[in-house]
């Protein structure tokens, strides 16, 4: 019932951007956080960003100044703008969305930094 819908993946060349987007749907307890994790091939899923519900963002060093998280509350979506992308970049991002008593993993978005 509980659906986290990515979008925006996709293959970019160094420098470029992508802007990634995260629905949630059928959740009916409030959403107290969602973020952006990372997994590159061999590589422990990492912390990207994330957000509260009063806009307070955490951001991993490697993107800070990069990366920009945001939300729509009204949608129950959140989104990352990714500018400067390197190869370090490339990994699948996942949406993770937290309410009280709970979280939700999205389906993952591939990304792909490389010329």
């Known amino acids: 019932q509980v659906q986290l819908v990515e979008s925006g993946g996709g293959l970019v060349q160094p420098g470029g951007s992508l802007r990634l987007s995260c629905s949630a749907s059928?959740?009916?307890?409030?959403?107290?956080?969602m973020g952006w994790y990372r997994q590159a091939p061999g590589k422990q899923r990492e912390l990207v960003a994330d957000?509260?519900?009063?806009?307070?963002?955490n951001y991993a060093n490697s993107v800070k100044g990069r990366f920009t998280i945001s939300r729509d509350n009204a949608k129950d979506t959140v989104y990352l703008q990714m500018n400067s992308l390197t190869p370090e970049d490339t990994a699948v991002y996942y949406c993770?969305?937290?309410?009280?008593?709970?979280?939700?993993w999205g389906q993952g978005t591939q990304v792909t930094v490389s010329n």
């Open positions: 993770k969305v937290h309410t009280i008593g709970n979280y939700y």
């Open positions: 059928g959740i009916t307890r409030s959403i107290t956080l």
């Open positions: 957000i509260t519900s009063g806009g307070s963002t």
